[in-house]
């Protein structure tokens, strides 16, 4: 029986993925994009859907929460693991409530009535085996994946709505997302970019360089010039780390001043965002930014580096994910759709 | 043409009618010498019409009835003045007699002539009123030309870099003073071609002669100190200038035949170029060397040179020493006032006068803890963190960019000024106006600390039009072993931009704290007013 060494092999790829996701996040900056996480845990979870043992729909949701908890803990602020564990388990749900033979429209209303009467889902414990189940689950995880590969695609697609000619467009830092948006643009559309550097990682330049390599005119600044040249730019166009359940963003250090001068001139922030970076979580009062060590010539000073700030969604005029362009009071909306209420905690 | 002899003025114009219509070829040098008297005379015109109004009233009625002959041939030319009192056709009459029946006049000159027109028109008006009280004809025409003192400044060389004609000029002008001209360098921002950008690694002064002849030896070590950055902040920079030119006049001695009070002024203005060339003057210095130019020429011609020369030096050392330190002073006792105890400070960059006000304010024991901000690619902000911790100040730091994150533990943020504008506009040190719009944002007071000496009647609304860009290749990091930037010049659409200073709106500062006090900032212009009223 290859169970046992199926299973070894599944921890063995496990333990590999969550040490991977530590050094991911050591003080280092991150290894990889956000979408390549995304991709990764997804394949893991098809994997351990395939692999691991389970006779009922609770048994699986069990093991994914499990492993999903200890993905959380191994890097807290990559969040894509977390929004990837609690898709699985919407569409686990999904799956098991079509076989059941439920609609899923029902099932998804929080009708006062159901509320009242029957307590809705939660008083389902999974515990009937459907045979089909496996099979579904891990085709509904297939399209997940297919959909996780054509994102950037998706939103750079929508890039000519959004830019016209001769415009001056402001972003900061480097985001894949923002690099592919903005060059698909350049194919027929003439404009020019000013990149915030965004010390102390300056990935801004690395940004800059790559999309004057695709020919579009690009000028580096300094973070401290944001507000100056602000009154010249036309859009502000970013990305983010995480989108938080309000419409607010956790994104890279900056963003808040930027959106603030942006405010100030009543210019438009638009953020590109796929839908698997949108998390359930809300802003912690306790702002956890991530710490990391500046180099510093003094010891008797104390040091702050954040990593991400937070933007308040009054601040932002319209996201662009791969589903489309939505305004910040949509976010909500757009949560219930993808991650059950029940999961936002793992 | 000779009839018209009373003042120098109209002598010297007609000289050049005389010329042209004689058809002479002038050389350059006589085109300049004509172009700057024209422009003389126009000032000249403008300044005096109204205070002379009576004498040159008076001086002109003869000549009406000298130069009668001149009316029929100017009256077709100037119809608009029909209803005028017949001595005010002769007014320009006798200033423009012989090309009046010439058709081809230039433009310029019909200008001159209607301003003229105007100005004796407007001069005749007080002239009626004020013949009834002649003593206090003296008396009114003063107070209106401060206010009516049309403004009509050339806009300075260093914001018309992409004005080919200028940059001639300029050219020009620093061959006749010896001067060696700075290039620019590196591509340059679309928006900002109309400025210089120099680079650090190429100073001026390696395309001197060592030894300098031309220009004295203690100015090309301020220049490159200037230029490499050495010397930096407005105070800073005005105190060496100040210096240097104290080492200056010990060191001049008056050329035979020549008056110090004006030759000195001559001197230094080769000077000043050089210095301009090295890094743009910023509006301290400019306003330091309005200063000496000023005392300079107010030096009486029967002094003896030794006596000028200690009298210019003790000059300079009360500059320094009140508009500088004791403002200084007067400003910190100020400041401690609005300090607490348990107060947070924020500050950002390294301001000599914020720095001296937390020392002071720490000498007073006042607890409060300090959070220094700084920004790529200057990195002032350490020196001012040294400068702090050395006094035992407890103190914490942080980039720009966390400026949002740090800002809610913030009580209070301190902010120096390169400028105050006429318009209330603070220029600062790029950055600023970012720390005072999040400042704004979470409702923290922003306090500005700037000397007078620091004000400027310039206006500016963005930081476009008028600033600096520094060397471009500061931007270039290396991070992880990698740099990223390295050939960007190689790379043609990728531009670095390197300002160095920003215009911060009045509406985001909440106080202005001067050594006249504390103001808020739309009173600016009033203390400029002031300030020339004295003067």
């Known amino acids: ?99 059941r033979g439920s609609s899923e429209e029902t099932d998804q209303q929080e009708s006062l009535h159901k509320l009242l009467t029957s307590g809705g889902l939660s008083e389902e414990n999974f515990r009937q085996h459907f045979a089909a189940l ?39 830092g480097r985001s894949r997302t923002v690099e592919s948006f903005l060059k698909d643009a350049a194919r027929k559309r003439k404009f020019h970019v000013i990149v915030a550097e965004c010390a102390p990682f300056c990935q801004g330049h690395k940004m800059a360089t790559s999309l004057s390599e695709a020919g579009i005119e690009t000028t580096v600044i300094a973070d401290a010039a944001i507000f100056a040249v602000m009154s010249r730019v036309n859009k502000v166009i970013i990305g983010t780390q995480t989108v938080l359940a309000n419409g607010g963003l956790r994104a ?49 000073v104390n040091v702050h580096c954040p990593v991400f700030d937070y933007v308040p969604p009054e601040l932002i005029t319209l996201f662009i994910s791969n589903i489309g362009g939505h305004a910040p009071s949509y976010i909500y909306r757009l949560m219930s759709e993808l991650y059950h209420p029940e999961d936002h905690e793992l | 043409m000779a009839d018209s002899g009373e003042t120098g003025g109209p002598v010297k114009k007609d000289g050049i009618q005389q010329a042209k219509t004689e058809g002479k070829e002038l050389t350059k040098e006589e085109k300049q010498r004509l172009r700057k008297e024209k422009k003389q005379q126009k000032k000249s015109k403008e300044k005096k019409d109204e205070k002379a109004s009576q004498e040159s009233e008076k001086e002109k009625k003869p000549v009406s009835s000298a130069s009668p002959a001149s009316q029929p041939p100017t009256q077709p030319i100037t119809p608009k003045a029909p209803s005028a009192v017949p001595t005010l056709v002769p007014v320009p009459a006798s200033e423009t007699p012989a090309p009046a029946d010439k058709p081809a006049k230039s433009k310029a000159e019909m200008k001159a002539e209607r301003r003229a ?116 902040g407005s105070n800073a920079r005005s105190v060496a200038l100040l210096h240097a030119f104290k080492q200056v006049i010990r060191d001049y001695t008056t050329p035979p035949n020549e008056e110090l009070s004006r030759d000195l002024v001559n001197k230094l203005k080769p000077y000043i170029s050089f210095l301009n060339q090295c890094r743009p003057l910023s509006a301290s210095m400019g306003n330091a060397i309005k200063y000496i130019k000023k005392e300079i020429s107010n030096i009486p011609s029967q002094c003896k040179e030794e006596e000028a020369k200690s009298k210019l030096l003790n000059c300079i050392d009360r500059y320094i020493d009140e508009k500088i330190n004791l403002a200084a002073k007067a400003i910190a006792k100020s400041s401690i006032e609005k300090i607490s105890d348990g107060d947070v400070i924020l500050v950002y960059g390294c ?65 120096g000024a390169h400028a105050l504008l006429a318009n209330g506009y603070v220029m600062s040190r790029v950055g600023t106006s970012q720390i005072a719009l999040v400042a704004k944002a979470f409702n923290v007071p922003v306090l500005v600390c700037c000397e007078t000496y620091k004000f400027c009647e310039r206006v500016q609304t963005d930081s476009f039009v008028s600033n600096e860009l520094d060397d471009p290749d500061d931007l270039i990091v290396t991070r992880k072993g990698k740099t990223q930037l390295e050939h960007w010049q190689e790379v043609p659409s990728l531009g670095l931009l390197n300002l160095v200073y920003d215009v911060t709106p009045p509406d985001f500062v909440d106080l202005v704290i001067t050594d006249l006090g504390m103001i808020p900032c739309t009173s600016v212009p009033v203390v400029l007013r002031v300030k020339n009223v004295d003067q």
Request: charged share 25%.
């Open chain 1, 1 to 99: 029986m290859p169970g046992p060494d199926k299973e070894t092999d599944l921890t063995e790829r496990i333990e590999a993925f969550l040490s991977d996701l530590k050094r991911g996040g050591s003080g280092t900056g991150p290894l990889r994009g956000s979408a390549e996480t995304a991709r990764e845990t997804t394949a893991l979870l098809r994997r351990i859907t395939a692999q691991a043992r389970w006779s009922s729909a609770g048994d699986l949701m069990e093991i994914i929460r499990k492993e999903g908890r200890r993905m959380t803990a191994a890097q807290p602020s990559e969040t894509t693991v977390g929004n990837m564990i609690r898709r699985v388990l919407k569409i686990i749900r999904e799956e098991y409530a079509r076989s």
């Open chain 1, 134 to 172: 496996k099979a579904n689950v891990i085709e509904a995880i297939n399209e997940l994946l297919t959909e996780l590969e054509g994102t950037t695609d998706n939103i750079a697609m929508q890039a000519l709505e959004h830019i016209h000619s001769n415009e001056v467009i402001m972003t900061i």
């Open chain 1, 252 to 300: 890279v250090n900056g963003t808040h001043t930027l959106a603030l001068a942006a405010k100030h001139h009543s210019t438009p922030l638009i953020v590109c965002a796929p839908m698997f970076k949108l998390s359930p979580q809300v802003r912690r009062l306790t702002n956890e930014p991530d710490f990391y060590n500046f180099c510093e010539i003094l010891s008797k």
């Open chain 2, 117 to 232: 027109r105007q100005e004796a028109e407007r001069a005749s008006k007080q002239g009626k009123k004020g013949e009834v009280g002649q003593q206090a004809a003296p008396g009114k025409p003063k107070a209106p030309p401060s206010e009516l003192q049309p403004v009509v400044k050339r806009l300075p060389e260093h914001v018309q870099v992409d004005n080919p004609e200028v940059l001639k000029k300029l050219a020009k002008k620093l061959e006749r003073q010896q001067i060696p001209l700075r290039s620019d360098y590196g591509y340059k921002v679309s928006l900002f071609s109309h400025l210089h950008q120099y680079s650090r690694k190429a100073p001026l002064t390696q395309q001197l002669s060592i030894p300098s002849t031309v220009i004295h030896p203690a100015i090309v070590r301020l220049g490159l100190q200037y230029s490499q950055g050495i010397v930096a």
């Open chain 2, 351 to 415: 301001s000599s006068l914020v720095n001296h006000i937390l020392c002071e304010a720490f000498e007073k024991n006042r607890k409060f803890r300090v959070i220094v901000v700084d920004s790529r690619p200057r990195l002032e902000g350490r020196e001012a963190l040294r400068r702090l911790v050395q006094r035992g100040i407890s103190c914490t730091y942080v980039l720009i960019s966390a400026v949002s994150y740090i800002l809610p533990e913030v009580s209070k943020v301190f902010l």
